[in-house]
């Protein structure tokens, strides 16, 4: 017997060293960002601008916690001349996004709310909310009661049914309306928006809209704050987000950089700083949920480093790693099959205010990333994404409108990860 176990016993230590290494590997991949993966995102980005498609161009990744790649190309104002750099501030428009989500859970962490209920009980605007049907022959609308109500999960996963432009009867209305005029507060705002028609019943679809805006309110209904402190005080203080607000300091004017329109024929054009910058250098009423926001690569790499990490960073705790799980997991079942533009960002589902990656790219034309990775980008081409696997943050930043229209953001991402 001991004979047996002598003979035995260095295949079992083999063995076990070959569990080892690979449960290593399992829960230890080989970095992505390599010396030839910087070569290669440099050369994308340069091409970027030496090919006349975009002004400038920054990006910052992390990976395991520290950085891993930094770099600038091009001019975050051509007609100054003054280069991008990781102190450029932008136009995050929807990146806005998350931070909201982020906000909002919070309080449900403290017990606030259900992410089922409705969303009435907390904001009664949105009680008895009517469907639209379709125009009579007088072109009057046709209207039926909401099969269900609203609730606080269809705000944070765009399933609430709020009108948008799409159907032109209730296009005219969200004109006349103008919920998202700036001298509006959040609570005038919703108030608006609670009085026109949904577009569909709660749940139906996915449909990009004001949800995220109704979250801000909710919060700020939940709280007692307006959601600008809420979101400074919980958010931005603790993680030292000195670089990430609405309203721009007028010492900061000369780090904001120019946005610039990509016309059909191909050429950039500078927006007018009147337009590009009207939102941000005055204090307007609205604070939107949705977007709004300007930032800096370094302080929004903070935001998406207490995400990987889990709801912290350093000694900070933002977010319980429940919460975060919480809203990078899919949230729309099967039975929503009308996703608006959604299928475009790749085989993704959504959660708490991000795209979240279901199912590996199926063709190479495909957005690259890896299952489990969740995301969101804003309507200047900026973009962000986590790899919870591979501990893996990245943002990219550029002022261009339309958005994307270059295919930035897929060249990036093959640049990171390989074709």
Wanted: contains cysteine.
């Amino acid at each position: 017997m001991k004979r047996t176990i002598l003979v035995l016993l260095p295949v079992l230590l083999i063995v076990s060293a070959f569990q080892l290494t690979n449960s290593s590997v399992q829960y230890k991949p080989a970095p992505i960002v390599s010396a030839a993966v910087k070569d290669r995102i440099d050369a994308t980005l340069k091409r970027f601008i030496d090919s006349g498609k975009i002004v400038g161009v920054s990006a910052l990744i992390f990976e395991r916690g520290k950085e891993v790649y930094y770099n600038s190309f091009g001019l975050a104002d051509r007609e100054a001349n003054k280069p991008m750099d990781r102190n450029t501030i932008v136009r995050i428009f929807s990146m806005t996004k998350p931070v909201t989500g982020v906000a909002l859970m919070t309080l449900y962490e403290k017990g606030a709310f259900q992410l089922d209920e409705p969303l009435s009980k907390y904001a009664p605007e949105f009680a008895d909310m009517k469907v639209y049907k379709g125009v009579d022959a007088s072109g009057n609308l046709i209207l039926e009661p909401a099969k269900r109500p609203i609730t606080i999960r269809d705000i944070t996963r765009h399933t609430a049914g709020f009108a948008g432009m799409e159907i032109p009867a209730l296009a005219k209305l969200v004109k006349e309306a103008d919920y998202m005029n700036p001298a509006n507060t959040l609570s005038e705002m919703a108030k608006k928006l609670a009085g026109l028609p949904l577009a569909f019943h709660p749940g139906d679809e996915w449909s990009y809209g004001p949800c995220v805006d109704v979250q801000a309110y909710l919060v700020e209904r939940l709280s007692g704050k307006p959601f600008d402190q809420y979101i400074k005080e919980k958010i931005f203080d603790p993680l030292k987000m000195t670089n990430t607000r609405y309203v721009l300091a007028e010492s900061d004017h000369a780090r904001f950089a120019a946005l610039y329109d990509r016309s059909d024929d191909k050429t950039l054009n500078r927006v007018p700083d009147e337009r590009a910058n009207g939102f941000n250098t005055k204090n307007w009423a609205l604070k939107p949920g949705g977007w709004g926001l300007t930032s800096t690569l370094d302080d929004y790499m903070k935001f998406t480093q207490m995400l990987v990490n889990k709801g912290k960073l350093g000694k900070v705790r933002v977010l319980k790693p429940e919460t975060v799980q919480l809203m990078s997991t899919n949230h729309l079942s099967d039975t929503i099959s009308k996703r608006m533009w959604l299928p475009s960002k790749g085989r993704v589902g959504f959660g708490i205010d991000f795209a979240v990656r279901t199912q590996p790219p199926a063709t190479k034309d495909e957005n690259n990333g890896v299952v489990g990775e969740y995301f969101w980008d804003g309507a200047a081409s900026t973009m962000f994404w986590v790899d919870p696997a591979n501990e893996l943050t990245a943002v990219l930043f550029t002022q261009l409108v339309p958005f994307d229209r270059v295919k930035l953001h897929k060249s990036f991402r093959d640049a990171v990860y390989g074709e």
